[in-house]
C-alpha cells in the first residue's frame, strides 16, 4: 500500500492500513517534523511497530538528513520481532521503487547471544562470556601477539582488522540469526561487527539499556549523532529502568570479594613494579598531564565506563592523592573498610549522600573529590595492568561506580542499610541499598542529546505521567483509541461475589473465607464457559500461594480442574517455561487450561496470550507494589517533594499500569476477541486510569456487577463472538484499503480547507473592520473608550433607576 | 615503630591477616588471642586496641593486665610499654587501616591546604601527591624513612602554624556549616512530611463532611445544592492547602539561600609560602543595598515642598478640613505633593528634540527610550511623586 501524507510518500507493506494506524503516523510526522518529544498510546495489537517503522523509513529516505532511527525495546523477542518487520518492509520497499535502497539495519545484542568463538559461546552467564572475551580481544592482548608472545586470540574478531573499517558488513536488513549466519560464513564477530557499523547504519535496533544505563552507553551509543531518532518502545516501565539502572546494591559478601579484589590489584601492582616499570610510569605521566587520551576512554574494550552522565564527565585531571597506582589501591581499601565497619550497624539507616560523605570524611580522610574519580582511575589501573580475569574484579567495580555515583549526585539518591532481611529475621543479612530516586536523572542525556524521542506503548495512561516523572516536555501526547467493527473484546469490573459480598485483596479483608470463596467462584464460573484457555493473574506470589492453599481446603480446585488444566507461574524462570509449554499444548488440543501467574511476573509482560490461548483474562485485585518496602517509601517521598504526585496517585498508577499489562495480553490483533476481568471493589473508582481505548470500550452497564451478572453477559459474549466474521465486514470501519484512506484523506483535506477559509473570513472581517474604525478618524483606542464610556453611563443610568 | 607480626596472633586467626602491615586483622573476632576466651562463653566480649602498637586483646585482659599501672603488651616480640588510658576500640576491621586512619589524622591536621590556596589545579595536585607520599611513608615506610618523614612533617608544621590554625578553623567552619545544613534539610524534609500527612487527613475528613452535608441536603429535599457546594469549597480548601505548602517550601528554599551565602562569607582563604600558591585577594568592599533607579533621586528640584504639616494658608483649608475631601487614607500633604508634581510633570522634556533623536539616526526603539531617559535624568531630574 502506498500513500502519501502531506508531502510525504510512505510504503505501507500490507495491502490494509487500520485507521488508528494511519492516525499514528500522522502524529509522529507532526512531531518529528517539529523536532520535539512525544509520547502516544495506541492498543496493543494494533500494529504498533510495522507503523512506526514504515513511517520512520520513509522520512529517513525522502529528506536529504537521512536521520538515524535508534529503535530501543525491551526484550529480545522484541528485538526479534521489530527486526523481522523491517526486514518485510525493506523487501516490500525494494519491490515497490525497483530498486534496492543505500539501507543498512542491524539489531545489537550481549555477546552472549552473539559470540561464534567455538568455547566462549558455550559459557552459560553473560559475564563470563564478556569476561572470557575481552581477555580475547583486548587491545594489549594484540599488541602481545604482534610481540610474538603465546597468547590466545579470537580469530573471529581479529578478522574484522583485514576489511574495511565502513564496510564490515553489506547492505540489507540483518536479523541476528542473519548476522550470526554471515558471521559464521566470513570468519568474522557479528557482535563486533554491530558494534563498529553503529555510525554506519540507518536503523539500529537494540535494547534500553545500552541508551539509558551511563554504564554502557557511553561505550556504546557515544557516537550517535544529535538529529537521530530515539523510540522507546514498550516503554510503560521506563522509569523502572531509569532507576534500576543508577541503583547499586552492596552486601558483605560483595565487600568481601571487593577486599580480595584490591588485594589482588596490589599484588599485581607490585608485580608490575618489578618487571615493568615503565608502563606504570606512562600512566602516571599520563595522569599527570591530565590528557585522557583521545578515544582511550571509549574504547570497545574498556573494562568499565563511568556511571555518571556525560554531562557530569569528569574533564579535568586525575586528582594527586590517587595518582600513584600503590596510593589509589590504598585508598579504595579504606573505603571498602570503611563500608565494611557501616555494615556492622545493627539498625536501618537511610542518609543522603552529602551526609554519608560528611560521615566518611569524617573517619577516613576521603574527600569529595578523589572519590569521584574512582571509576575512571579504576578502569585506567585494569588498563595498565593488563588484566585479563576480568570478572574478579567485578564486585570492586562495582564498589568504585557506586562511589563515583555517591559523589557525583547530591539530589535524587538516598542510601538505605538493611541490616536484616526481615522484620523477623534473626539473623543478619545487611545490604546497603544505594537507590535512585530519580526516574529523571539517568534519562536526561537522552533528552538533551536528541531532539526527537518518541515514547510509545500500548499501555501508558496516564500520559501526563511520564512527562512529569522523566523531566521532559513533548510536542505531541495522544492516546489513540480501538476502531472495531464489532465489540471484540468485554471489560468488566465485578466487585461482589453472588452473594452480594465485596471481594477485594486489601490486606484486612484478603484472607476472610468469604473473599476466597467469592474469588474461587468467579475462577469456577469462568473456567466453565471460557472456551480454550483462561489467565488469571494474582497481585503477587505470596498471596498466589496462599489463596490457592484455601481454595485448595475449600475444593474449589477440583471443581475447577473439570473443565480446565491448572497450570502456576513459580519464580523460577525454566519452570515457568515448561508450564507456558504444556498450557500452550493444553489449549490446542482442546482440553483447555487456566494459567495462574503474578501481575508483576514474567508472563504479564511480553508473553501473548493470543487467539484460543486466551480468551478471559481474569485479574483478581488491584496488583499495588509491595508499600512497606522502604526504597518504594523513600522514593513516594522524593516524588511528593519534588514533582508533587502524591503517594496514593502513584501507587494507584503504578497499579493500573500493570494491571492495563495484564488486560492487554489477551487481545493481540482485530480478529481476536477476548474477556477482560477486574475483580475486585477497588477497581471501580480507578477506572478513568485505564488506557483509554479499554475505558471507551468499558459500559456503564459492566462496572461494579457481581459475578453472577459478569457470567451471564459473558456467555452473550462468546455466543455473539461465535458468529462467522469475515474480514471483509471490518473493510472501512476498522480496517481501511487504500480507496478508504484516499477518501478519508479527501474529507480531511475539505475540512481543513473549510476551516481554513472560515479563518480567512474571519480574518477579512477583522479587517474591514478595523479599516472602517481607521476612516473613522479615530483610532482604534479612542473608539474603545468610547464604547467604555458609552457602557458606563449606561451602567449609571440602571443604577439610578 | 612498625609492629612486628606476631605469630602468637596469626596462628589463631590464620587466613584473616591482612597483608598490609602484618597486623592480625580483627574480622573474625570471636577469640580474644592473649587470654583465648571465646565469644561463646562471654558474649559481650569487646577488643581493644592501643595506638601506640595495634594488638587487639578483649577488655577483661585489658583490665587485668593494665589496671595496676603501666604494663607491657603481652603480645610476644612486642615491647611497647601501655597504658590503661591509651585503649579505645577500634572503628575498623582492618587494623592495618586504622593505623593507616590514625596516621591521616595526624597529617591532615596539618596539611590542610585546599584547592582555592592554588594557582592552578596542577599545583594543588601535586601538592596532594606530595602529601599522600609522605602519608604512605609513614604509613609502610622503614624505619629510616619514616623518622624521615616525621622530622618533616614536624618542620611543616613548625614553619607554617598560623596557616595551619587559619584553614583549620576554616575548615572547621566548613564542617559546621555543612553539619548544620544537612540537620536543616533533614528537619526540613520530616516537616514537609508531617504537613503531607495533616493534608490528606485533612482531605479525607473533608470528603466525608461534604458527602455528609450532601446526605443532609438531600433529606432535606435540596438535592444537588448541596453536593456541588460541597465539591467546591473542598476543591477550594485543597487549592489553598497546595498554596500554603508551596509558600513554605520557597520560604525554606530562601532560607537555605541565606544560609549558603553566610557560609561563603565565613570561609576564609589561607596563604602559604609554597610554590603555585595563589596571591590572596583583597575581598570586594561590601555593597550597599540594591537600588533599581541607579542612584536617581525624586526630590523635586524645580520647587521645595514645606515640610510635612507646616503648609499653612487660608486658601488651602478647604483642601484640608473639608468632610467632602477627606477619606480613610487621604492626606493633605500628599495632595500638595501630587498637585506640585502635576503642575511641573512635562517641563524640560522636548518632544521635537527626542523626535529628531530618534528619526535622524534610526535607532531602536530601546535605543531611544534609553536616549530619553537619559535624558530626563541628566537635563533635569525627573520629578516623580515622592509617594
Given at each position: 500500500?502506498?500513500?502519501?501524507?502531506?508531502?510525504?510518500?510512505?510504503?505501507?507493506?500490507?495491502?490494509?492500513?487500520?485507521?488508528?494506524?494511519?492516525?499514528?503516523?500522522?502524529?509522529?510526522?507532526?512531531?518529528?517534523?517539529?523536532?520535539?518529544?512525544?509520547?502516544?498510546?495506541?492498543?496493543?495489537?494494533?500494529?504498533?511497530?510495522?507503523?512506526?517503522?514504515?513511517?520512520?523509513?520513509?522520512?529517513?529516505?525522502?529528506?536529504?538528513?537521512?536521520?538515524?532511527?535508534?529503535?530501543?525495546?525491551?526484550?529480545?523477542?522484541?528485538?526479534?520481532?521489530?527486526?523481522?518487520?523491517?526486514?518485510?518492509?525493506?523487501?516490500?520497499?525494494?519491490?515497490?521503487?525497483?530498486?534496492?535502497?543505500?539501507?543498512?539495519?542491524?539489531?545489537?545484542?550481549?555477546?552472549?547471544?552473539?559470540?561464534?568463538?567455538?568455547?566462549?559461546?558455550?559459557?552459560?552467564?553473560?559475564?563470563?562470556?564478556?569476561?572470557?572475551?575481552?581477555?580475547?580481544?583486548?587491545?594489549?592482548?594484540?599488541?602481545?601477539?604482534?610481540?610474538?608472545?603465546?597468547?590466545?586470540?579470537?580469530?573471529?574478531?581479529?578478522?574484522?582488522?583485514?576489511?574495511?573499517?565502513?564496510?564490515?558488513?553489506?547492505?540489507?536488513?540483518?536479523?541476528?540469526?542473519?548476522?550470526?549466519?554471515?558471521?559464521?560464513?566470513?570468519?568474522?564477530?557479528?557482535?563486533?561487527?554491530?558494534?563498529?557499523?553503529?555510525?554506519?547504519?540507518?536503523?539500529?535496533?537494540?535494547?534500553?539499556?545500552?541508551?539509558?544505563?551511563?554504564?554502557?552507553?557511553?561505550?556504546?551509543?557515544?557516537?550517535?549523532?544529535?538529529?537521530?531518532?530515539?523510540?522507546?518502545?514498550?516503554?510503560?516501565?521506563?522509569?523502572?529502568?531509569?532507576?534500576?539502572?543508577?541503583?547499586?546494591?552492596?552486601?558483605?559478601?560483595?565487600?568481601?570479594?571487593?577486599?580480595?579484589?584490591?588485594?589482588?590489584?596490589?599484588?599485581?601492582?607490585?608485580?608490575?613494579?618489578?618487571?615493568?616499570?615503565?608502563?606504570?610510569?606512562?600512566?602516571?605521566?599520563?595522569?599527570?598531564?591530565?590528557?585522557?587520551?583521545?578515544?582511550?576512554?571509549?574504547?570497545?574494550?574498556?573494562?568499565?565506563?563511568?556511571?555518571?552522565?556525560?554531562?557530569?564527565?569528569?574533564?579535568?585531571?586525575?586528582?594527586?592523592?590517587?595518582?600513584?597506582?600503590?596510593?589509589?589501591?590504598?585508598?579504595?581499601?579504606?573505603?571498602?573498610?570503611?563500608?565494611?565497619?557501616?555494615?556492622?550497624?545493627?539498625?536501618?539507616?537511610?542518609?543522603?549522600?552529602?551526609?554519608?560523605?560528611?560521615?566518611?570524611?569524617?573517619?577516613?580522610?576521603?574527600?569529595?573529590?578523589?572519590?569521584?574519580?574512582?571509576?575512571?582511575?579504576?578502569?585506567?589501573?585494569?588498563?595498565?595492568?593488563?588484566?585479563?580475569?576480568?570478572?574478579?574484579?567485578?564486585?570492586?567495580?562495582?564498589?568504585?561506580?557506586?562511589?563515583?555515583?555517591?559523589?557525583?549526585?547530591?539530589?535524587?539518591?538516598?542510601?538505605?542499610?538493611?541490616?536484616?532481611?526481615?522484620?523477623?529475621?534473626?539473623?543478619?543479612?545487611?545490604?546497603?541499598?544505594?537507590?535512585?530516586?530519580?526516574?529523571?536523572?539517568?534519562?536526561?542525556?537522552?533528552?538533551?542529546?536528541?531532539?526527537?524521542?518518541?515514547?510509545?506503548?500500548?499501555?501508558?495512561?496516564?500520559?501526563?505521567?511520564?512527562?512529569?516523572?522523566?523531566?521532559?516536555?513533548?510536542?505531541?501526547?495522544?492516546?489513540?483509541?480501538?476502531?472495531?467493527?464489532?465489540?471484540?473484546?468485554?471489560?468488566?469490573?465485578?466487585?461482589?461475589?453472588?452473594?452480594?459480598?465485596?471481594?477485594?485483596?486489601?490486606?484486612?479483608?484478603?484472607?476472610?473465607?468469604?473473599?476466597?470463596?467469592?474469588?474461587?467462584?468467579?475462577?469456577?464460573?469462568?473456567?466453565?464457559?471460557?472456551?480454550?484457555?483462561?489467565?488469571?493473574?494474582?497481585?503477587?506470589?505470596?498471596?498466589?500461594?496462599?489463596?490457592?492453599?484455601?481454595?485448595?481446603?475449600?475444593?474449589?480446585?477440583?471443581?475447577?480442574?473439570?473443565?480446565?488444566?491448572?497450570l502456576v507461574e513459580t519464580p523460577d524462570a525454566q519452570e515457568t517455561s515448561l508450564a507456558l509449554e504444556t498450557y500452550r499444548t493444553a489449549c490446542c488440543k482442546g482440553r483447555g487450561a487456566v494459567f495462574l501467574c503474578v501481575a508483576r511476573g514474567k508472563v504479564s509482560e511480553g508473553i501473548d496470550f493470543d487467539h484460543h490461548y486466551g480468551r478471559t483474562v481474569l485479574c483478581i485485585g488491584v496488583p499495588f507494589q509491595y508499600t512497606e518496602s522502604r526504597i518504594l517509601k523513600a522514593r513516594l517521598e522524593f516524588l511528593r517533594e519534588t514533582y508533587r504526585i502524591r503517594e496514593n496517585d502513584f501507587l494507584s498508577f503504578d497499579a493500573m499500569r500493570h494491571a492495563a499489562q495484564c488486560l492487554g495480553r489477551v487481545l493481540r490483533g482485530k480478529d481476536d476477541y477476548g474477556i477482560m476481568v477486574l475483580a475486585d471493589r477497588r477497581f471501580q473508582k480507578k477506572r478513568n486510569q485505564l488506557p483509554n481505548w479499554i475505558n471507551q470500550a468499558l459500559l456503564d452497564a459492566d462496572v461494579g456487577i457481581s459475578t453472577d451478572m459478569a457470567v451471564s453477559s459473558a456467555r452473550r459474549f462468546f455466543k455473539q463472538m461465535g458468529q462467522p466474521f469475515r474480514t471483509k465486514d471490518q473493510e472501512g470501519v476498522s480496517i481501511w484499503t487504500l480507496e478508504h484512506l484516499k477518501a478519508y484523506q479527501e474529507k480531511k483535506a475539505e475540512e481543513t480547507i473549510r476551516e481554513l477559509q472560515a479563518q480567512q473570513n474571519q480574518r477579512q472581517l477583522m479587517d474591514a473592520q478595523a479599516n472602517g474604525n481607521a476612516n473613522g478618524g479615530a483610532g482604534r483606542g479612542d473608539s474603545d473608550y468610547e464604547m467604555d464610556d458609552d457602557d458606563e453611563a449606561e451602567l449609571m443610568a440602571l443604577d439610578h433607576h | 615503630m612498625p609492629p612486628k607480626s606476631s605469630s602468637f596472633g596469626a596462628g589463631a586467626r590464620a587466613g584473616t591477616s591482612s597483608s598490609g602491615g602484618g597486623l592480625p586483622a580483627l574480622s573474625s573476632d570471636d577469640m580474644c588471642p592473649v587470654c583465648k576466651t571465646i565469644r561463646y562463653l562471654n558474649k559481650d566480649m569487646e577488643f581493644l586496641i592501643h595506638p601506640d602498637c595495634y594488638h587487639s586483646m578483649c577488655s577483661n585482659c585489658v583490665n587485668r593486665l593494665f589496671n595496676d599501672g603501666p604494663n607491657q603488651c603481652p603480645y610476644a616480640g612486642c615491647h611497647k610499654t601501655l597504658r590503661r588510658k591509651g585503649f579505645r576500640a577500634p572503628f575498623f576491621g582492618d587494623l592495618s587501616v586504622e593505623r593507616e586512619v590514625d596516621i591521616r589524622r595526624r597529617v591532615a591536621a596539618v596539611f590542610n591546604?585546599?584547592?582555592?590556596?592554588?594557582?592552578?589545579?596542577?599545583?594543588?595536585?601535586?601538592?596532594?601527591?606530595?602529601?599522600?607520599?609522605?602519608?604512605?611513608?609513614?604509613?609502610?615506610?622503614?624505619?629510616?624513612?619514616?623518622?624521615?618523614?616525621?622530622?618533616?612533617?614536624?618542620?611543616?608544621?613548625?614553619?607554617?602554624?598560623?596557616?595551619?590554625?587559619?584553614?583549620?578553623?576554616?575548615?572547621?567552619?566548613?564542617?559546621?556549616?555543612?553539619?548544620?545544613?544537612?540537620?536543616?534539610?533533614?528537619?526540613?524534609?520530616?516537616?514537609?512530611?508531617?504537613?503531607?500527612?495533616?493534608?490528606?487527613?485533612?482531605?479525607?475528613?473533608?470528603?466525608?463532611?461534604?458527602?455528609?452535608?450532601?446526605?443532609?441536603?438531600?433529606?432535606?429535599?435540596?438535592?444537588?445544592?448541596?453536593?456541588?457546594?460541597?465539591?467546591?469549597?473542598?476543591?477550594k480548601r485543597r487549592g489553598q492547602v497546595n498554596k500554603n505548602t508551596a509558600d513554605a517550601a520557597a520560604n525554606m528554599i530562601q532560607d537555605k539561600n541565606a544560609a549558603a551565602a553566610a557560609g561563603a562569607d565565613g570561609l576564609g582563604v589561607g596563604r602559604l609560602s609554597i610554590r603555585g600558591l595563589k596571591e590572596k585577594k583583597r575581598p570586594p568592599p561590601p555593597e550597599g543595598p540594591y537600588d533599581p533607579f541607579g542612584g536617581l533621586d525624586f526630590i523635586p528640584s524645580r520647587y521645595t515642598l514645606e515640610p510635612k504639616g507646616t503648609l499653612n494658608h487660608p486658601a488651602l483649608d478647604h483642601w484640608r478640613l473639608d468632610q467632602g475631601h477627606i477619606t480613610g487614607g487621604y492626606s493633605f500633604d500628599e495632595y500638595i505633593s501630587r498637585a506640585m508634581f502635576d503642575a511641573f510633570a512635562g517641563l524640560g522634556v522636548f518632544i521635537e528634540d527626542e523626535k529628531e533623536l530618534g528619526g535622524q539616526t534610526g535607532l531602536s526603539a530601546g535605543q531611544v527610550a534609553t536616549i530619553g531617559g537619559g535624558i530626563g535624568a541628566v537635563g533635569d531630574k525627573m520629578e516623580l511623586d515622592a509617594s
Open positions: 500500500m502506498e500513500f502519501n501524507i502531506d508531502e510525504l510518500p510512505v510504503l505501507f507493506p500490507y495491502p490494509r492500513i487500520y485507521p488508528e494506524q494511519y492516525a499514528y503516523m500522522c502524529d509522529l510526522k507532526k512531531t518529528l517534523d517539529a523536532g520535539g518529544h512525544c509520547v502516544l498510546e495506541m492498543p496493543s495489537g494494533t500494529g504498533k511497530t510495522v507503523t512506526l517503522l514504515s513511517l520512520i523509513v520513509a522520512y529517513q529516505q525522502y529528506y536529504p538528513e537521512h536521520r538515524k532511527l535508534i529503535y530501543c525495546s525491551r526484550t529480545m523477542s522484541e528485538i526479534e520481532k521489530a527486526l523481522a518487520e523491517l526486514k518485510a518492509l525493506m523487501k516490500f520497499r525494494t519491490e515497490r521503487l525497483g530498486y534496492e535502497e543505500e539501507f543498512r539495519g542491524l539489531g545489537l545484542t550481549s555477546r552472549k547471544n552473539l559470540c561464534l568463538h567455538p568455547s566462549v559461546k558455550r559459557e552459560k552467564s553473560g559475564a563470563v562470556v564478556d569476561a572470557r572475551c575481552r581477555s580475547l580481544t583486548a587491545g594489549f592482548v594484540k599488541e602481545k601477539k604482534e610481540r610474538g608472545e603465546d597468547v590466545d586470540v579470537c580469530i573471529y574478531h581479529d578478522n574484522l582488522d583485514n576489511l574495511e573499517p565502513h564496510n564490515l558488513i553489506p547492505n540489507g536488513v540483518w536479523t541476528l540469526d542473519g548476522l550470526l549466519r554471515y558471521g559464521e560464513q566470513h570468519k568474522q564477530c557479528p557482535y563486533f561487527t554491530a558494534r563498529r557499523m553503529m555510525q554506519f547504519c540507518n536503523v539500529i535496533i537494540y535494547s534500553y539499556h545500552y541508551l539509558l544505563d551511563p554504564k554502557i552507553a557511553e561505550r556504546v551509543s557515544k557516537d550517535l549523532s544529535k538529529d537521530c531518532i530515539v523510540v522507546f518502545d514498550e516503554a510503560h516501565n521506563i522509569d523502572n529502568v531509569c532507576i534500576e539502572s543508577l541503583s547499586t546494591d552492596i552486601t558483605e559478601d560483595s565487600l568481601r570479594r571487593a577486599t580480595r579484589g584490591a588485594q589482588n590489584l596490589e599484588a599485581k601492582i607490585n608485580q608490575m613494579r618489578d618487571s615493568d616499570q615503565k608502563k606504570l610510569q606512562d600512566e602516571y605521566e599520563k595522569l599527570v598531564e591530565g590528557l585522557r587520551g583521545a578515544g582511550e576512554g571509549r574504547q570497545e574494550d574498556a573494562f568499565m565506563a563511568n556511571p555518571a552522565l556525560p554531562d557530569d564527565l569528569l574533564k579535568e585531571a586525575v586528582p594527586g592523592n590517587i595518582r600513584r597506582a600503590e596510593h589509589f589501591v590504598a585508598f579504595l581499601k579504606r573505603f571498602i573498610e570503611y563500608l565494611k565497619t557501616r555494615m556492622k550497624v545493627r539498625q536501618v539507616i537511610s542518609e543522603t549522600p552529602p551526609s554519608f560523605l560528611s560521615h566518611l570524611k569524617e573517619y577516613t580522610f576521603i574527600e569529595k573529590k578523589p572519590l569521584r574519580f574512582c571509576s575512571e582511575r579504576l578502569t585506567s589501573l585494569v588498563r595498565t595492568l593488563e588484566l585479563t580475569n576480568i570478572e574478579d574484579y567485578q564486585p570492586l567495580q562495582q564498589v568504585a561506580t557506586f562511589a563515583t555515583l555517591v559523589a557525583t549526585y547530591e539530589k535524587g539518591f538516598l542510601l538505605i542499610l538493611e541490616p536484616y532481611e526481615s522484620d523477623t529475621a534473626e539473623v543478619p543479612n545487611p545490604v546497603l541499598h544505594f537507590t535512585c530516586l530519580d526516574a529523571a536523572i539517568a534519562i536526561k542525556p537522552v533528552f538533551d542529546r536528541f531532539s526527537s524521542v518518541v515514547i510509545t506503548s500500548g499501555t501508558i495512561s496516564p500520559l501526563e505521567m511520564y512527562p512529569k516523572m522523566l523531566g521532559f516536555t513533548t510536542v505531541v501526547q495522544e492516546s489513540y483509541s480501538m476502531t472495531l467493527a464489532r465489540r471484540s473484546f468485554l471489560p468488566m469490573i465485578v466487585t461482589r461475589g453472588s452473594d452480594q459480598a465485596a471481594i477485594s485483596t486489601s490486606f484486612q479483608v484478603r484472607n476472610e473465607p468469604s473473599v476466597v470463596r467469592n474469588y474461587g467462584n468467579l475462577l469456577t464460573e469462568f473456567a466453565r464457559i471460557t472456551p480454550d484457555g483462561m489467565v488469571v493473574f494474582f497481585p503477587s506470589y505470596l498471596y498466589m500461594e496462599s489463596i490457592i492453599s484455601m481454595w485448595q481446603g475449600m475444593g474449589i480446585l477440583d471443581e475447577v480442574w473439570k473443565y480446565k488444566l491448572i | 591546604q585546599v584547592e582555592d590556596d592554588f594557582e592552578t589545579l596542577l599545583d594543588y595536585n601535586n601538592y596532594l601527591q606530595m602529601v599522600e607520599d609522605l602519608t604512605f611513608e609513614l604509613v609502610h615506610g622503614t624505619d629510616q624513612k619514616r623518622q624521615q618523614a616525621e622530622a618533616q612533617l614536624q618542620a611543616w608544621e613548625a614553619e607554617h602554624k598560623a596557616d595551619i590554625e587559619r584553614n583549620r578553623r576554616a575548615g572547621r567552619e566548613a564542617d559546621d556549616l555543612q553539619r548544620r545544613r544537612i540537620a536543616a534539610e533533614r528537619d526540613a524534609a520530616r516537616q514537609r512530611r508531617i504537613e503531607a500527612i495533616k493534608e490528606a487527613e485533612e482531605e479525607k475528613r473533608e470528603r466525608v463532611r461534604s458527602r455528609e452535608a450532601e446526605l443532609d441536603s438531600m433529606q432535606t429535599g435540596e438535592a444537588g445544592g448541596g453536593g456541588g457546594g460541597g465539591q467546591r469549597v473542598q476543591l
